[in-house]
């Protein structure tokens, strides 16, 4: 074989090597465009699944539910002979999700996302709303007092931790329904018109309804329909100690509260008793 025949395979090896090379580029950018939109559809896929693993038909719906709830905040650490242990009630309206306060003692639940509905809809999107936060260890009431740690002293000198209490009807109130003491912000409203105390007290302890705030569930100014006979009560300065607390006739009712079950619907407006101790 001559030289330049020689020469002509490897100039026709290179330009074969070269024409393969360019091949291999050319495909490698659609095959990596495919693999991004394999991949984007993957990730709707899981998304869509994520989503459609909610369920939408779970109380409290999204713009369909408007509960209420009676709230309180105990702290045993502020309780003395003169106070009953209750910290102020929040005044702060945000409402980022639809689990908020008005002002008035009262939890309003009316979801308007995913966020803030169905199984989502706990006590931690109304403390976040608030600004508290709660756990097993500590209990940082905000605004509202000053922040508690489990083992911190009660005014009996007793060891306290947080803890919430629960009450499905606040009509009934002689024994709570839950007290949690674990996974405390996960607490799920599970209907209208109870009652919670998110307290920091000795473990074991008899925890106090809110009585100052219940008597606004019969008082709402937001439910479509309804106007209260009378208007709500201020639940920092509200003295009820002469009314009548539901499930324990322990009192006389106030005159002029003595019957007020306005009408309404009533799964809008559940229907108390007069108002309760403060």
């Known amino acids: 074989m001559t030289k330049g025949s020689a020469n002509k395979k490897v100039e026709r090896a290179a330009a074969a090597g070269g024409k393969a090379s360019a091949e291999k ?18 990730l709707v896929l899981i ?4 989503r459609d693993s909610f369920d939408l038909a779970a109380p409290p719906r999204i713009n369909q539910d408007h509960w209420h709830v009676a709230y309180g905040v105990y702290d045993c650490v502020a309780e003395s002979d003169s ?17 908020h306060s008005h002002g008035d003692g009262i939890i309003h639940i009316h979801p ?10 706990d006590l931690g999107v109304f403390l976040d709303a608030v600004g508290a936060t709660l756990s097993e260890d500590e209990f940082d009431p905000g605004v509202a007092g000053d922040a508690r740690g489990a083992g911190d002293e ?19 109130l002689a024994q709570p329904d839950v007290v949690a003491t674990t996974d405390l912000q996960d607490l799920q409203w599970i209907g209208d ?28 100014t937001d439910v479509p329909g309804f106007t209260p ?10 003295d009820p100690t002469a009314a009548t607390i539901p499930g324990t006739g322990d009192a006389e009712p106030d005159e002029g509260d003595a019957d007020e079950s306005p009408e309404g619907d009533s799964a809008e407006t559940p229907t108390t008793t007069s108002p309760v101790e403060e």
């Open 154 to 172: 009660c005014s009996n000198g007793e060891p306290g931790i947080p803890q919430v209490a629960f009450w499905s009807d606040a009509d009934e």
């Open 229 to 238: 006979s009378l208007p709500p009560v201020d639940p920092d300065t509200f």
């Open 47 to 50: 998304a869509r699944s994520g």
């Open 112 to 121: 308007r996302s995913t966020a803030a509905a169905g199984p989502n809809a």
């Open 25 to 42: 580029r050319n495909l490698l950018f659609p095959l990596s465009v495919a693999g991004v939109v394999v991949l984007g559809l993957g």
């Open 193 to 220: 018109g109870g009652a919670v105390t998110i307290a920091f007290a000795p473990e074991g302890a008899d925890i106090p309804p809110p009585l100052r705030s219940i008597p606004n569930l019969s008082r709402l």
């Open 83 to 99: 106070d009953d242990g209750f910290l102020p009630i929040y005044t702060d309206q945000r409402d980022p999700g639809g689990i």
